[in-house]
T-cell receptor, first 111, second 116 residues
Framework: DAKTTQPNSMESNEEEPVHLPCNHSTISGTDYIHWYRQLPSQGPEYVIHGLTSNVNNRMASLAIAEDRKSSTLILHRATLRDAAVYYCILRDSGTASKLTFGTGTRLQVTL | EPEVTQTPSHQVTQMGQEVILRCVPISNHLYFYWYRQILGQKVEFLVSFYNNEISEKSEIFDDQFSVERPDGSNFTLKIRSTKLEDSAMYFC??????????????FGEGSRLTVL
């Protein structure tokens, strides 16, 4: 599996935008970029995914660099409930079914 | 919103005992997974299951582990002869489709296993 690199931790103030970076310089042409998050004492939760174009959904936006070697998850207005570990994961478009979790970025949100 | 449910939420067992963890995936989903997370460590893939057979398994998933879909709604993980190092949170997940472009995984809340 292609590797991703994320900062160990980030902090944000509530109601401010948060940009969570992810580097994936060895991404292959068939890898999708997935983001999951894990709130304290809960199972992982899907956030968003994309291939080449930027993506928006109700939870977040995903900005993908033109060369696809990096991406950024954007939370437009962080709330205390967004405090979690955020995982950037590459997943092949083929039949590969598993997600390979790294250590992720622990996001702290303060008042 | 449909969800994956897991039971028990917490199980304490003696070393060497057998444990069965149960999961009810989302009803129209076809792909099922077990993951585990040892306290303070990464979420690790154990096994994926499709069409009543294992489609992929990790090195962790050795002969001590087995999975089953006994009745079309439940998906179980059996751990025979538990060891201290099996203590972890076990997450069940399901997805409607597989593959990176489509197969969003839905995870349950987890079953915490404590082996004494």
């Amino acid at each position: 599996d292609a590797k991703t690199t994320q900062p160990n931790s980030m902090e944000s103030n509530e109601e401010e935008p948060v940009h969570l970076p992810c580097n994936h310089s060895t991404i292959s042409g068939t890898d999708y970029i997935h983001w999951y998050r894990q709130l304290p004492s809960q199972g992982p939760e899907y956030v968003i995914h994309g291939l080449t174009s930027n993506v928006n959904n109700r939870m977040a936006s995903l900005a993908i660099a033109e060369d696809r070697k990096s991406s950024t998850l954007i939370l437009h207005r962080a709330t205390l409930r967004d405090a979690a570990v955020y995982y950037c994961i590459l997943r092949d478009s083929g039949t590969a079914s598993k997600l390979t979790f790294g250590t992720g970025t622990r996001l702290q949100v303060t008042l | 919103e449909p969800e994956v449910t897991q039971t028990p939420s917490h199980q304490v067992t003696q070393m060497g005992q057998e444990v069965i963890l149960r999961c009810v995936p989302i009803s129209n989903h076809l792909y099922f997974y077990w993951y585990r997370q040892i306290l303070g460590q990464k979420v690790e893939f154990l096994v994926s299951f499709y069409n009543n057979e294992i489609s992929e398994k990790s090195e962790i998933f050795d002969d001590q582990f087995s999975v089953e879909r006994p009745d079309g709604s439940n998906f179980t993980l059996k751990i025979r002869s538990t060891k201290l190092e099996d203590s972890a949170m076990y997450f069940c997940a399901s997805s409607e489709r597989a593959g990176g472009g489509t197969g969003e995984l839905f995870f349950g809340e987890g079953s915490r296993l404590t082996v004494l």
